[in-house]
């Protein structure tokens, strides 16, 4: 019983929200295509250093002072109402990322994913005025959306990194159950709203 919420706290950890836009940027740089070549180490090095800081480490410093200011009650904003804002700082983090990257000429998968991650955390904002959806499984259902939209777009063969993200998907999601984080309606809607924003916005850009 113990370890299992211990190993729940420790997969609710690694694979946090702040952190999935980062590994989605590292997964980009290093498939087989023509984006690991084409573009400069020290351009991936700037990319990487700038969704790190205004998706995980600047969203994470604003949590840490909210709470000092006891705007908020939990660091883990377990409460819906502690949601708010923290979440809507995270979609002003996303669009100024996407604002900077667009000042540079970068391959327009990389715009993409910054936009879809963004249009998340927006729509994700609005749901969470009435209802607690999974931010956890979203995140993991838009890396899942996204690394299929990467195989389309990109010509390569990624099909067993897909299935180990809906594999590591599904953990999550028995993580957020076991420690009563979500009810399976609120694990279930995040992962498929995050896995059909990404697809939804790639079928729009391509029309």
Known sequence: MKFEI???RLFSAVLHPLIIPTLGII????????????????AKRFV?????????????????ALKRARVIGDMLLDERHDRFIPMLLSALYFILTYYLLRQITLPSIIYYYVMGAGLLVIICLLITLRWKISIHMASMGALTGFLIVSSLLLGVNINMLIILAVFLSGMLGFARLRLNAHSPAQVYAGFLLGVCNMLLLYVYLRV
Do not use: D, G, K, R
């Open 6 to 8: 211990t190993l729940a």
């Open 27 to 42: 997964i980009l740089f290093n498939l087989e295509s023509y984006i690991a070549y084409s573009i400069p180490v020290q």
């Open 48 to 64: 990487l250093l700038m969704v790190f800081i205004n998706t995980a480490v600047a969203p994470l410093l604003s949590v840490i």
